[in-house]
């Protein structure tokens, strides 16, 4: 039976999230701040895209052929150390293995070394380089969630689905010592054409699937979470999707219509428009100019109000999860890697965590230019560092924003992690004036900031962060702050107000 304290969270944060929490004599009193939300502990994860582990045609790095989409890329070595080193400070966290290859990817066997994918397949995954996943999750502490291939190959001759693969996958990642955390069934099921789904794949056939897939799952793995339908693009006029993919669409509302009450989360993908790269696909793209502006940073209310709305009528109750977003689809725009788009980032967790939304997940880890580690030098992108800045910082206990002083400048609250009444801030000032916040007692401050917001390198109060040697992270240390604390324009800076002394805030949140 499914617990109606969610809906009653979600309720409070609907009412709380976007006014001031307090009278203006108090308002800048955190320690009055009341709880509206709590988010998972690894709130704050990552895609690492199926063709990642495999290789393959991914995403094609811009400079080249004007009209180039794709480029053949090899595997993902996961046993890098650099690699492992900076994922460990974005723990603990999700790890979903997944992406539209995925719907398409043949695990082999015990002793099978396949030259070419079999039929109704389109990659290979082989059990070295599964198990190569499953340590590194194991390595930079995250749990592991999938999807399963769906594609001709993985049907039975009269087109239903088998889980021969599934139970593959869940067996070999057993054997090597892991276990898979949640499971959805279909990248993307909306995007039927996009994901390698049979031809004229319907409602029908996708409840039908789903039943199957749901029964297995209880059985084989009853401590997996099921997560889905995990749907695209829906809460305007599709924005996210290449025009091509639109030939045959499953939409969300009909297959949670047809399968109600079955999933443990429900799931849904943003994008708030695709890259130059689909740019011949669809007539519109992302664009720079808009990077900063109110419109584009808030666009993700609009799909959760869109995907919230589906599961408050079909699953009552359930949480949601984003299960993959980025800067713009298709790998991203060039800005995408720059600190320009580090503002949409942190305002994105600020408002997902205000409505009450479990879990973020990045795309991607470290592959094309929307990742949070440069696949080539593996040097972390600025969201990178504001990730770590976040996990430092914000809590699991969501508190209501403080009033703003300027509409310049956006304020979110979380209990500080592990401060019996502290609470973190995370402080976006889109303006071209300093900011300040005043309150009671002392803080520590780290303000983000880079040469220009078009910078691929960022500074943290003054200092650039690094990897060092030895695997810890170096130039994050904090600067003191009284009375006041001062947020530069263009910055993000995040605040730890350990003696705030706010009840809501119980060690540990």
């Not at 499971?183 to 054409?193: D, G, R």
């Not at 789904?197 to 793995?221: C, G, H, Q």
């Amino acid at each position: 039976m499914k617990s109606t304290s969610r809906v009653a969270t979600l309720a409070s944060v609907a009412a709380l999230s976007l006014i001031g929490a307090t009278k203006p004599d108090t308002k800048y009193e955190f320690g009055r701040l009341p709880a509206i939300a709590e988010v998972d502990e690894r709130f704050q994860s990552y895609n690492v895209e199926m063709v990642e582990v495999t290789g393959g045609r991914f995403w094609a790095p811009y400079g080249g052929p004007g009209d180039e989409q794709y480029r053949q890329r090899p595997p993902e070595d996961l046993s890098d150390e650099r690699l492992r080193a900076l994922t460990k400070h974005l723990g603990p966290s999700y790890m979903r293995v997944s992406g539209t290859w995925a719907n398409s990817t043949y695990l082999e066997a015990e002793g099978e070394h396949l030259a070419a994918p079999p039929k109704g397949y389109n990659q290979i995954l082989t059990r070295d380089q599964w198990r190569g996943v499953v340590d590194f999750a194991r390595a930079v502490d995250a749990k592991i969630g999938v999807s399963y291939a769906v594609g001709e190959g993985s049907r039975q001759p009269d087109g239903t689905w088998k889980t021969e693969q599934a139970q593959r996958l869940l067996d070999l990642t057993r054997q090597a010592g892991g276990e898979l955390a949640f499971s959805e069934f279909i990248n993307e099921p909306n995007a039927a054409s996009l994901g390698n789904l049979p031809k004229d794949y319907s409602v029908a056939d996708y409840t039908r699937d789903f039943a199957i897939f749901r029964d297995w799952a209880k059985t084989a793995a009853p401590a997996m979470k099921i997560v889905g339908p995990g749907g695209v693009g829906e809460g305007a006029d599709l924005s996210a999707i290449p025009i091509a993919s639109l030939e045959r669409m499953l939409m969300t509302d009909k297959l949670m219509e047809a399968s109600p009450n079955t999933v443990d989360a429900v799931s849904y993908h943003f994008y708030g428009e695709v890259s130059e790269r689909c740019a011949k696909r669809r007539p519109t793209t992302a664009q720079r100019a808009d990077a900063l502006t109110p419109a584009w940073l808030d666009l993700t209310l609009r799909d959760w109000r869109y995907y919230s709305a589906l599961r408050d009528k079909y699953e009552p109750g359930d949480p949601m999860w984003v299960t993959e977003t980025a800067q713009a689809a298709c790998g991203g725009s060039p800005w995408a890697a720059h600190f320009v788009d580090s503002f949409r980032y942190v305002n994105q967790l600020g408002l997902l965590a205000q409505k009450g939304v479990d879990v973020v997940f990045h795309n991607t880890l470290t592959a094309s230019d929307y990742s949070l580690i440069e696949e080539e030098t593996r040097e972390p992108r600025p969201n990178y560092w504001a990730a770590v800045l976040w996990r430092r910082t914000m809590g699991t206990t969501v508190l209501a924003s403080p009033e703003s002083p300027s509409p310049q400048l956006r304020i979110y609250a979380h209990c500080l992690p592990n401060v019996n009444g502290g609470v973190g801030l995370a402080a976006i000032n889109l303006g071209d004036n300093t900011q300040r916040i005043p309150f009671k007692g002392k803080a520590q401050v780290w303000r983000l900031e880079a040469p220009s917001l078009d910078s691929k390198s960022v500074t943290v109060n003054g200092t650039a962060p690094a990897l060092a040697s030895d695997g810890s992270l170096t130039g994050l240390n904090p600067i003191s702050a009284s009375g006041k604390v001062s947020i530069p324009a263009k910055s993000i800076t995040f605040v730890a107000l350990r003696d705030a002394g706010n009840p809501a805030c119980r060690a540990g949140a």
